[in-house]
Each structure stands twice: as structure tokens, then as C-alpha cells.
């Protein structure tokens, strides 16, 4: 038997077409990323969310020499907004990346071990979380849950 799965995302063409909340978070992002720590790809990942309860958290990637102890932005952001604000959803996060050795204008999407702190996280709070994806300009795409990024996901549910 054949099946399908379909993953449904809005395309931007550029930051001014979406709602000033969700630019300004996407700014956000975008300026945190001059926080990261990326002395080795000279990739600099931000991201910033805000939580249903009206907060902003963001977070950056941070690498190390001895690699891969590194840790991604997204799972620095999760961190920091379930120590921070234990048990709150994140309504959106936008996620933005500075290429110091190429270019930033297009999205890329968050790497296998994010996608599944991203859905776990998502599990744990019981919220939807619509993610924004671009670089420092250019297109901008918005998915309305992290589900969407791992469709063959493994959950907790699926060790009981």
C-alpha cells in the first residue's frame, strides 16, 4: 500500500510580507546571530522565540575545538526557555544564519537533532510551535509545527 505525506509551508518572498511581530522576531534572529560562537565553520546560527506567555528567548550556536561537543541554537534556545520559563510553549521561533565564508540569503532548516528537540519540546508543552526559516535576507518560510520537519518521528509514545 502506497501513502503519502505532505508537508505544507508558506513561502516568503522577503521579511516585509510577513506580520510586523513575526519580522521583528525574525530581526531578532538575525541580529543574535553575531553572538554565536562559530570560530571553525564561520557559520553563526541565532534564533529567537517568543513564548506564549509574551517572552523573547533567543539563542546561538556555540562550537568547540573538540568537535562535536558543539551545541546548535535551537537546542541553546530550548535550553534556556524551559530553565528560564519551565513548562511554556513557544508560540514562534525564527531561526537565521550568517555564512562568514559564503552567503546567508535563503532558509536552511535545523539539523536531525534539533528537528527532534524541536518536536519533543513541542510533545512536552503540548503547543503547536510555527518556526521561521531564512537567512540574513531573502526568502523567508514558515511551518506551523515542528512535527512537519520530522515526519517519521520517534516519540516518547513510541516506547510504552
Do not use: W
Amino acid at each position: 500500500m502506497n501513502k503519502t505525506i505532505e508537508v505544507r509551508y508558506t513561502e516568503y518572498n522577503d521579511i516585509s510580507e510577513l506580520t510586523s511581530a513575526d519580522a521583528a522576531l525574525l530581526e531578532k534572529a538575525r541580529a543574535t546571530t553575531a553572538n554565536a560562537y562559530a570560530p571553525y565553520s564561520g557559520f553563526l546560527v541565532g534564533a529567537a522565540a517568543s513564548l506564549f506567555n509574551g517572552e523573547i528567548v533567543t539563542g546561538t550556536n556555540q562550537e568547540n575545538a573538540s568537535f562535536p561537543a558543539g551545541i546548535c541554537a535551537e537546542r541553546v534556545l530550548l535550553s534556556a526557555a524551559s530553565s528560564i520559563f519551565p513548562n511554556e510553549g513557544i508560540h514562534t521561533m525564527a531561526i537565521s544564519y550568517h555564512n562568514t565564508k559564503g552567503h546567508s540569503d535563503k532558509p536552511v532548516s535545523p539539523c536531525g537533532i534539533c528537528r527532534q528537540s524541536l518536536l519533543e519540546f513541542e510533545g512536552r508543552t503540548g503547543k503547536p510551535m510555527r518556526i521561521l526559516l531564512s537567512g540574513m535576507s531573502g526568502k523567508v518560510l514558515e511551518i506551523n509545527s515542528a512535527k512537519a520537519l520530522l515526519p517519521f518521528s520517534f516519540t516518547a509514545e513510541d516506547m510504552k
